[in-house]
């Protein structure tokens, strides 16, 4: 189903001021658990893994550790280079940054009329039903691999408080907006804030890799606060 017909996209709303946000991107009372923005300290940090040295025994062992504790490690050493990821992240800022005119080009939903919903182009998160709320982000989706089945008519012709949720896939590659903050996974009942350095990658484990492991390493339920001051970047790969 379309995820907004007539409802204002999240940066359109940021940057016009309002009261209140539309009731499509207010959380339910019932789906409230305590604080939405709470994040407590953690038992142990979410380690840096130095992707070169994973054949060496005590990074495995930091990385196994990661992985059955947290579901999230951030990577380092990950061989791509500092100037790509920034480019990545300016290409990326200039899309969101042009008028919503510019952007509904690569819209998510067919003919524009919001009945036809599909997960690549530029709108908001796919929702079930029409009381399943919004998620406070605007996404541009694209799919990129493999080479063949990239939709062009979705790519953009100039460079260019999520829900908890754990990820379907197999592993989310994340490069996210390092100083700005707001991603956070659930522990144990308790949220903690995800850490974020510059050039360094942000990788969660997906429900598919949970189940093949049979649950050995976890998929974790994460999050995304929002930040009434700043405007938040992130890029992944799912
Ligand atoms: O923006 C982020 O840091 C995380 C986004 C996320 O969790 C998702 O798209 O599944
Ligand atoms: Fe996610």
């Not at 979410?46 to 951030?74: C, N, V, Y």
């Not at 691999?145 to 949720?165: L, V």
Request: charged share 25%; aromatic share 8%; hydrophobic share 35%.
């Amino acid at each position: 189903m379309a995820a907004s017909d007539e409802t204002p996209m999240v940066q359109d709303l940021a940057s016009t001021g309002f009261e209140e946000p539309p009731s499509r991107y207010l959380v339910h009372e019932q789906d409230r658990h305590g604080d939405l923005l709470a994040a407590g300290e953690m038992p142990e940090p979410i380690p840096l893994i130095d992707l070169s040295r994973l054949m060496d025994a005590d990074e495995a062992d930091k990385l196994r550790a990661a992985l059955q504790t947290w579901g999230f490690f951030l990577a380092t050493n990950h061989g791509i280079e500092d100037s790509l990821m920034d480019a990545m992240m300016s290409a990326s800022r200039e899309f969101f940054r042009q008028p919503s005119e510019e952007k509904q080009k690569c819209s998510n939903l067919v003919d524009g009329n919001g009945k036809h919903y599909q997960v690549e182009g530029y709108g908001s998160d796919k929702v079930v039903s029409e009381d399943h709320g919004l998620n406070w982000n605007d996404r541009l989706h694209l799919r990129v691999e493999p080479e063949d089945e990239r939709n062009f008519a979705k790519w953009p012709s100039q460079p260019e408080s999520f829900r908890p949720h754990s990820d379907g896939n197999l592993l989310t590659i994340l490069f996210v907006d390092d100083d700005v903050g707001g991603l956070q996974v659930q522990r144990d009942g308790k949220w903690y804030n995800v850490p974020a350095k510059p050039h360094t990658l942000v990788i969660n484990l997906g429900d598919c890799l949970e189940i093949m492991n049979n649950g050995i390493f976890r998929s974790p339920v994460h999050r995304v606060v929002t930040n009434t001051e700043k405007e938040r970047l992130s890029l992944a790969m799912f």
